[in-house]
């Protein structure tokens, strides 16, 4: 009965005081999709980025260690929502993506979302999506670009692409007159696919972006959703999300670069 009682007050004593209390320490599976300077692969099977980095540095601190696997982002999405995976990789917020996973509070990435056309003879984009009226546009299945985008979907003829790859090798070759992704991930793709000289970002952006760590929406996943939240916001404070973010050469939430004109944009 006693140390009923000492316990109770210790953990009293201990949550007052803004400490995090560590779970049980367990092996986590965290899926994404490859995505350039938050979830890359090499050819060894190593894998690196913002994301990395971030989520090694949380597990830490709660005693678990993660386990990384990349899937196609449908097929990422679907295990976290069925929990055959503890953490989803990268997603941005929405309405329709509250309802299916459990997000952190806090953000840990800053995307910059843009449109792609073909350099000789292709479209200009001054941010008025009216002048997309009856123009193809690829989008990659999945991916969300935010409310602008989703409101305007009707005044255009979508294609959607199961990955990038896909909807520049479409724009290249003139089946469809944009392709709308994301700059740092598809301009390096752009150049690996040798296709720097047929096609280029437009300006201005889409718009920015905020990406997240989501868990299921299951209650066996809400004490582990519940740490990792804390253990991030401590980070955030301490600003080791911003070093974390300088070191991969990736803008985080609050600590991002000046926006400047992208000379390699139309």
């Known amino acids: 009965m006693h140390v009923t009682v000492l316990s109770k007050c210790l953990l009293a004593s201990t949550l007052a005081a803004g400490v995090v209390l560590p779970a049980l320490a367990v092996e986590r599976l965290a899926v994404g999709a490859s995505f350039r300077y938050l979830f890359e692969q090499d050819a060894e099977g190593r894998v690196s980025g913002l994301g990395v980095d971030v989520l090694n540095a949380l597990a830490a601190r709660a005693g678990d260690t993660i386990r990384y696997q990349m899937y196609p982002w449908p097929r990422a999405q679907a295990m976290v929502e069925r929990g055959q995976a503890d953490i989803l990789i990268g997603p941005y917020r929405s309405a329709e993506r509250l309802?299916?996973?459990?997000?952190?509070?806090?953000?840990?990435?800053?995307?910059?979302?843009?449109?792609?056309?073909?350099?000789?003879?292709?479209?200009?984009?001054?941010?008025?999506?009216?002048?997309?009226?009856?123009?193809?546009?690829?989008?990659?299945?999945?991916?969300?670009?935010?409310?602008?985008?989703?409101?305007?979907?009707?005044?255009?003829?979508?294609?959607?692409?199961?990955?990038v790859e896909n909807g520049l090798q479409m724009l290249a070759v003139g089946r469809v007159d944009l392709f709308?992704?994301?700059?740092?991930?598809?301009?390096?793709?752009?150049?690996?696919?040798?296709?720097?000289?047929?096609?280029?970002?437009?300006?201005?952006?889409?718009?920015?972006?905020?990406?997240?760590?989501?868990?299921?929406?299951?209650?066996?996943?809400?004490?582990?959703?519940?740490?990792?939240?804390?253990?991030?916001?401590?980070?955030?404070?301490?600003?080791?999300?911003?070093?974390?973010?300088?070191?991969?050469?990736?803008?985080?939430?609050?600590?991002?670069?000046?926006?400047?004109?992208?000379?390699?944009?139309?």
């Not at 955030?236 to 670069?257: D, I, M, T």
Request: charged residues 25%; proline residues 5%; contains cysteine.
């Open 99 to 163: 309802r299916r996973f459990d997000f952190l509070d806090q953000p840990f990435y800053r995307d910059r979302l843009v449109f792609y056309a073909r350099r000789q003879g292709g479209m200009t984009w001054h941010g008025e999506y009216a002048s997309l009226a009856g123009k193809r546009v690829a989008a990659v299945r999945g991916w969300y670009y935010g409310n602008a985008f989703d409101a305007a979907r009707p005044r255009f003829e979508l294609s959607e692409v199961a990955q």
């Open 180 to 266: 709308a992704g994301n700059r740092p991930h598809t301009e390096n793709l752009v150049r690996a696919l040798g296709l720097a000289d047929k096609l280029t970002a437009l300006c201005p952006d889409i718009g920015t972006i905020d990406s997240y760590l989501a868990f299921p929406r299951a209650a066996a996943f809400a004490g582990a959703r519940r740490q990792y939240n804390a253990l991030l916001e401590q980070m955030v404070r301490s600003g080791e999300l911003q070093r974390l973010g300088a070191k991969n050469g990736a803008a985080v939430p609050g600590a991002e670069r000046l926006a400047t004109p992208d000379a390699g944009c139309k």
